[in-house]
């Protein structure tokens, strides 16, 4: 099961990134989790939010460019060693991961966002592994 | 000291005399032996007998970049390629190369007008030049080189690219003089400073040319090196380095008009203008053999002074560059146009065509900046895969212009768009 996440392109100049964030929360479309990857030049703000289709549409109207990408989250234990055991698995398989980020909730339960070199075959080792993908809006209902 | 006394110091009248039985000549010439011309003469009723004097230059049709890329390679050369011994090429304003080629004779020439320039500077036998042009498909090096070797100065082809081996072999060497692009000179004289080897050189004069510079920076590398600078002009399409040479009262660049004669435009009319006022240069090759031009629009704006010069020269002088016509931009010394880039994005599809160039000089040396947008279907997730994008777009580029560009993804519709003439050059170089 794959989750949509929202990419937006921001070049590196200042207040916009909170303009982005601006356009989100007046859409009332609440962010789960983010990462930003950033260059010299410009930055990829990566979202899980609980609408990405209506986020990716207000950011258009508002000339932002962004794209919406399927990414595994995957439900691990809130304990040490979870995360690694994890990785071991698709390791194990020769995926490359592209990119990671996490958020924790407050339970035992954390998760992890994850973007694989191949993300079906990901999807299959996790399943045939018996570790939870959940989507977006499973996510907004924690 | 002047090279050649006779042909730079004749009288006016002199000059006219001789500028208009070469001009006959060219003409007869070029109706024979170079189709686009005798056509372009056919269209408009003109014979060659109708010149005989260099006051019918105007009846004459000029000649534009243009023509020589609708006639790639080859087809302005006026004799076969078993008498061309040598083939520039300088940057065409799209995709392809102006491509010019040189007899022997032409090849003498060259040297003839370098050599006088040279000694405008004060160099002589006795000097040891680095030329610190590119040699290569380039006039610079290679016309620079031809010169200074005509008038018998040790010549040093140190061509492009490395300032180090430049400056130790300058003090090493004992170099008198130096032939470069201006602000790769400031850049030297920079590098000299950090080495601490300033007060060790011998250099005295540098002859620059190759892109447009200003009177203050004259002034700049003069005070830091110690040393008289001279500025050159030429372009590949008329010779090379070695068209225009100011002398050491600097009241504007002597024109070797013997050779090639020149004339100032209305930028409307294209109508010639009185002296001393300001229009686009234009010149025809007057004993050129290999490629004669007719009227060749430079697209360079100057005026002319034809009053004898108090260095004892009587040759025409045009004043230092006052811009450019079309939007020609001059980086590290190579000519840029914005349809290049604009040619050489059509070819990235992940691209939209807009851009934006910024030329700007950060320690002396041109820096180029352009901006690109992604296409919407191209926008991507990965970082790897912009940086793959940025590199790819900067090798493009390169390939184009022959220059290494830095290439900046920009976030999509900022750039300007086209509303009639869009700009798409901010240069912060202040050249004119």
């Not at chain 2, 080495?195 to 005070?223: F, H, Q, S």
């Not at chain 2, 024109?255 to 209305?266: A, T």
Request: charged share 25%; aromatic share 6%.
């Amino acid at each position: 099961m794959f989750a949509k996440q929202l990419t937006v392109f921001i070049e590196n100049r200042s207040g916009r990134l909170s303009e982005v964030l601006h356009v989100l929360k007046e859409n009332n479309v609440n962010i789960l989790s983010l990462s930003l990857a950033d260059t010299t030049e410009f930055g990829l703000l990566r979202l899980i939010v609980d609408n990405a289709a209506l986020g990716k549409e207000k950011l258009s109207e508002n000339g932002f460019s962004s794209l919406l990408s399927d990414v595994s989250i995957i439900k691990i234990p809130h304990e040490v060693g979870s995360l690694q055991s994890l990785l071991k698995i698709i390791d194990n398989n020769g995926v490359n991961i592209e990119y990671m980020y996490g958020l924790s909730i407050e339970s035992d339960e954390a998760y992890v966002v994850l973007k694989a070199s191949d993300i079906v075959k990901v999807d299959e080792i996790l399943t045939a592994n018996g570790v939870h993908t959940i989507t977006c809006e499973e996510l907004a209902n924690i | 000291m002047i090279w050649n006394e006779t042909k730079e110091c004749m009288s006016r009248d002199q000059m006219s005399a001789l500028q208009s039985a070469r001009l006959v000549k060219l003409v007869d010439y070029v109706y024979h032996n170079v189709e686009f011309y005798r056509k372009k003469m056919q269209s408009i009723d003109l014979m060659p007998a109708d010149i005989k004097s260099i006051e019918d230059i105007t009846k004459l049709p000029f000649t534009t970049k243009d023509d020589l890329r609708d006639n790639y390679p080859f087809g302005l050369f006026a004799v076969p390629n078993t008498e061309i011994v040598r083939i520039h090429a300088s940057s065409g304003t799209t995709g392809k190369a102006t491509v010019v080629g040189y007899t022997r004779y032409d090849l003498d020439i060259w040297a003839e007008c370098v050599a006088r320039c040279l000694s405008m500077a004060g160099v002589g036998k006795d000097d040891i030049i680095q030329i610190a042009y590119g040699y290569g498909l380039f006039t610079g090096g290679l016309g620079a080189h031809g010169g200074a070797e005509k008038i018998g100065a040790t010549v040093v082809p140190m061509s492009t690219g490395n300032s180090k081996k430049l400056t130790t072999m300058m003090v090493d060497f004992g170099a008198t003089a130096i032939a470069c692009t201006p602000s790769y000179l400031l850049h030297i004289s920079e590098v000299l400073a950090s080495e601490g080897l300033l007060d060790r050189i011998k250099l005295k004069a540098a002859i620059c040319g190759a892109e447009p510079w200003t009177e203050k920076m004259r002034n700049e590398i003069e005070t830091k090196l110690n040393i008289k600078a001279y500025d050159i002009y030429g372009l590949s399409e008329i010779m090379g380095p070695g068209v225009a040479c100011d002398c050491e009262f600097h009241k504007g660049l002597h024109v070797c008009e013997d050779h090639f004669y020149p004339e100032i435009l209305d930028t409307t009319t294209l109508s010639p203008v009185a002296e001393g006022v300001t229009g686009e240069l234009a010149f025809t090759t007057l004993t050129k053999e290999g490629i004669p031009l007719i009227r060749y629009r430079t697209k360079d704006l100057t005026s002319i002074d034809r009053t004898p010069c108090e260095c004892g020269r009587t040759s025409a002088r045009i004043s230092r560059f006052k811009g450019r016509v079309d939007d020609m931009l001059i980086i590290r010394g190579v000519n840029v146009f914005p349809s290049q880039i604009e040619a050489a994005l059509i070819e990235v599809e992940e691209v939209t065509p807009h851009y934006m160039m910024i030329v700007d000089r950060v320690n002396n040396l041109d820096t180029l900046e352009v901006q690109v947008e992604v296409d919407q279907k191209y926008y991507t997730d990965e970082i790897r895969a912009i940086e793959a994008l940025t590199k790819k777009i900067a090798h493009v580029i390169q390939q184009a212009l022959g220059i290494n560009a830095k290439v900046k993804i920009v976030e999509p519709q900022t750039l300007v768009r086209s509303e009639g003439k869009a700009v798409h050059v901010i240069d912060k170089r202040k050249l004119y």
